[in-house]
């Protein structure tokens, strides 16, 4: 029973940080000032290559095919602009700080099941649920920022 409150507990606190995620203005976050900065030894996200992001980041779940409406697409298809860069580089630190507080807050979930059982269940939640997620936006964002300096730059030139 304690499994079902933990499970039904993060279903509605990850439901209502991604509406909340939805309805913070992007305004907010500053890419490249802490924590969104890659740190040094990020080495501009490679280090993520160490542990194959780039090849499973694209298999696990991704919200914006499944609210195609609430959320841009992430795939860099066709032709990309520096605005449509930074909307998704702003959609990164968004994604970050979402899953960083979902993690927190998951923490609850030790109060509703004391001892090993919850301390398992909340591993498996930020091990799977979150950390993957976190990971993935410290990979992806510097590629995005690179991308997008690189843009106003050729545009700047125009």
Not at 17 to 33: L, M
Not at 43 to 67: A, C, E, H, L, R
Not at 105 to 115: E, F, Q, R, S, V
Request: one cysteine or more; hydrophobic letters at 45%; proline letters at 4%.
């Amino acid at each position: 029973m304690k499994l079902l409150y933990c499970a039904i507990y993060f279903a509605v606190t990850g439901t209502l940080f991604f509406f909340i995620g939805r309805a913070v203005p992007k305004t907010v976050f500053k890419y490249d000032h802490f924590p969104f900065k890659s740190f040094g030894f990020e080495n501009n996200g490679k280090i993520y290559t160490k542990i194959g992001i780039n090849k499973w980041q694209n298999k696990v779940p991704d919200m914006s095919k499944v609210f195609k409406k609430l959320m841009p697409a992430k795939n860099l298809c066709g032709s990309v602009d520096s605005k449509r860069l930074m909307v998704m580089i702003l959609e990164t630190c968004e994604a970050e700080v979402t899953h960083f507080l979902l993690c927190l807050t998951g923490l609850y979930c030790l109060w509703i099941w004391p001892g090993a059982g919850g301390a398992i269940v909340y591993a498996v939640y930020v091990l799977l649920g979150n950390l993957p997620f976190i990971l993935i936006q410290r990979y992806n964002r510097p590629r995005l920022v690179k991308l997008y300096l690189r843009s106003t730059k050729a545009a700047a030139k125009e």
